[in-house]
């Protein structure tokens, strides 16, 4: 059965504290990884797509990366306004979504 | 480029009318349009997925008698919940994917309240 998982499920970090959130997926066929970030109450944000194991992208303070089993998106030296939840997401037959990690950057 | 928007942002209507939701690819042609819905602190759930110029494709349990989607041209899709309950008040999203293209880019989405 496909599923994506994201964990933690909340977070919290000082400001310039790096961390890593995690996207872990089982899916036939994947044909793309993707990271959204959203603000409360607004639509998702494309942030990366990841299409093959090794590849990385990377923005600002965020760098994405895959491997057969999951996705790590890692936040260098966060900032408060590096604060929203974060959303993974796979394409093998369909679209699934992780359930997120909400972060929070306190100044 | 790739600007997805939705209109109305935030909408109350009374129990038993029918609410109308446009969401617009404002700069490319979105051969499939998806819409989602969203509870408080809880992921996106996929209610249906339409091609432009055919009939929706509606996930299990979506009833799609009461969510009506029209995806008439390239750019423009419209979710149309009939006979609107308190219990279809939701955060409403819709996103966008170009033919070939696995990327779904989202409008802002739609707050419904129903009383």
């Known amino acids: 059965e496909d599923q994506v998982t994201q964990s933690p499920e909340a977070l919290r970090l000082q400001e310039g504290e790096s961390s890593s959130l995690n996207c872990s997926y089982t899916v036939s066929g994947l044909r793309g990884l993707f990271w959204y970030r959203q603000d409360p109450g607004k639509g998702p944000e494309f942030l990366f797509t990841?299409?093959?194991a090794g590849e990385e992208k990377e923005k600002e303070r965020l760098k994405a990366t895959l491997t057969k089993k999951e996705s790590f998106l890692h936040i260098t030296a966060p900032k408060p306004e590096d604060s929203a939840t974060y959303l993974c997401a796979v394409t093998g037959n369909q679209f699934y979504f992780g359930t997120g990690t909400s972060l929070t950057v306190i100044p | 480029g790739a600007v997805v928007s939705q209109h109305p942002s935030r909408v109350i209507c009374k129990s038993g009318t029918s609410v109308k939701i446009e969401c617009r690819s404002l700069d490319f042609q979105a051969t499939t349009m998806f819409w989602y819905r969203q509870f408080p602190k809880q992921s996106l759930m996929l209610m249906a997925t339409s091609n432009e110029g055919s009939k929706a494709t509606y996930e299990q349990g979506v009833e799609k008698d009461k969510f009506l989607i029209n995806h008439a041209s390239l750019t423009l899709s419209t979710l149309t919940v009939t006979s609107a309950h308190p219990e279809d008040s939701s955060f409403y999203i819709c996103?966008?994917?170009?033919?070939?293209?696995?990327?779904?880019?989202f409008g802002p989405g739609t707050r419904l309240t129903v009383l």
């Open positions: 996103s966008a994917r170009r033919q070939g293209n696995n990327e779904q880019f």
């Open positions: 990841l299409y093959s």
